[in-house]
DNA sequence: AACCAGGATAGCA
DNA sequence: TGCTATCCTGGT
C-alpha cells in the first residue's frame, strides 16, 4: 500500500511525532526504520512516516482507517494549535524551551479501557516493562491483527484472566489491581465511558475507585483516554521538573496540582507533556 | 548485594 | 491530613 500524505495543522518536528508516538502516553508505537513507526488503533496496524517536515501514512493490517479518524486520533487539526497557544509560553521561559524543541508534540487520542489497561500496569516500572506486559496480555488474549500485531482485548476478555494468570505475565503485585478493575467494569460496560463525559473532578474521583487507581493513574488515563486536558499528572519526571525549572523544593503534590491548574490552564496536561519529555529528555538539568 | 523504578494502599499518629 | 512499610519483578 503506497505512502499517502496527511495534512498537519502547524510544524511538527522529528522530536515532536518521536515524542508523541514513544514518550510514554500511548504503548501501541514502536519504531521500524528511519523515522517510520508502526502502531495498532483499535482494530488497525497504521504506519507513520515522517519526511522532510511532512507525514505520510498507510495502512498494514486489520480493519481499515479513514484519513479524518488519523487526524482525529493523532490530534492533528486546528485545536491544537489553539490549545499551544492558550499555554503560558509567552512568560514561561521553561515552557517556551520545551515547546520548541518538542514542536508538534501532542496527546493521542486513546480509547480510554486501553489507556486505564496499561496504566494500571505502569506503578514503579519504566516505558519498556510497561509495553511488555501489555504485549504478554495481547498475544495471550487479544486478537491477532497480522504481522505480529494484537488488538487490545477488551474488559470483558480481561475479566477472565485469574490473579494467577496475571502473575504468570509478570505483572506482580499489580496483577490483583488489573483483575479487581476486569471484576468492577464487568457488569458495567458503560461505566467507563460515563465517567469518561463527566466533568474531570468527578471523572477523577469516580476513576478512583477502581482497584490501582490513584491520583496519578487516574489523571493519566483521563489525559490520554477521557480527552482532559486539564489533567496534569504529577510522576517523579514532572517532580523532578517542577523543583528543579520551577524551584518548587519540598511542595506538597496537592499544593503543585493547584499551581499547575493556575498556571498552565485548561489545557495544563498538554504543558505537562512538554515538561516531562524535555525533563526526560535533558536529565541533567 | 542492596537499592530503585512513570504508584497504590493499609495502618497509624 | 501526613507519614511509612509493603507490594512483585527486573534492572543497576
Redesign the pocket.
Known amino acids: 500500500m503506497p505512502w499517502k500524505l496527511i495534512e498537519v495543522k502547524g510544524s511538527i518536528s522529528i522530536e515532536g511525532i518521536e515524542e508523541t508516538l514513544l ?3 500511548s504503548f501501541c508505537w514502536r519504531s521500524c526504520g528511519e523515522n517510520t513507526w508502526t502502531g495498532v488503533i483499535s482494530r488497525s496496524v497504521v504506519d507513520l512516516k515522517w519526511c522532510d517536515g511532512k507525514l505520510y501514512w498507510c495502512k498494514q493490517y486489520g480493519a481499515p482507517i479513514t484519513k479524518k479518524k488519523l487526524t482525529q486520533y493523532l490530534w492533528l487539526d486546528n485545536s491544537y494549535l489553539k490549545a499551544v497557544d492558550d499555554l503560558p509560553w509567552r512568560s514561561d521561559v521553561v515552557l517556551g524551551r520545551a515547546i520548541k524543541q518538542f514542536r508538534g508534540l501532542r496527546l493521542l487520542r486513546q480509547p480510554i479501557e486501553e489507556v486505564l489497561m496499561v ?1 494500571l500496569l ?9 509495553n511488555q506486559l501489555r504485549i504478554n496480555i495481547h498475544r495471550l488474549i487479544g486478537e491477532d491483527l497480522g504481522g505480529g500485531n494484537h488488538a487490545f482485548p477488551g474488559w470483558n476478555k480481561l475479566s477472565q484472566l485469574s490473579e494467577q494468570d496475571a ?1 504468570k505475565l ?8 488489573l483483575v479487581g478493575t476486569a471484576q468492577f467494569l464487568k457488569d458495567r460496560l458503560g461505566w467507563l465511558n460515563e465517567v469518561k463525559e463527566s466533568p474531570y473532578e468527578e471523572a477523577k474521583i469516580r476513576l ?1 475507585e ?9 489523571d ?1 488515563v483521563l489525559l490520554f483516554g477521557g480527552g482532559k486536558t486539564e489533567a496534569f ?1 504529577i ?3 514532572i517532580l523532578q521538573s517542577l523543583e528543579k525549572q520551577y524551584g518548587f523544593k519540598g511542595w ?1 503534590v ?1 499544593q503543585l496540582q493547584e499551581f499547575a491548574h493556575i498556571h498552565f490552564g485548561r489545557h495544563a496536561g498538554l504543558a505537562q507533556q512538554f515538561l ?1 519529555s524535555f525533563q ?1 529528555k535533558n536529565k541533567r538539568f
Open positions: 514518550g510514554g502516553q496504566f505502569s506503578s514503579a516500572k519504566s516505558i519498556p516493562q510497561i502473575r509478570g505483572m506482580g503485585y499489580r496483577a490483583k489491581y478512583m477502581l482497584p490501582g487507581v490513584g491520583p496519578k493513574v487516574a493519566c499528572p510522576d517523579t519526571w506538597k496537592s516531562f526526560r
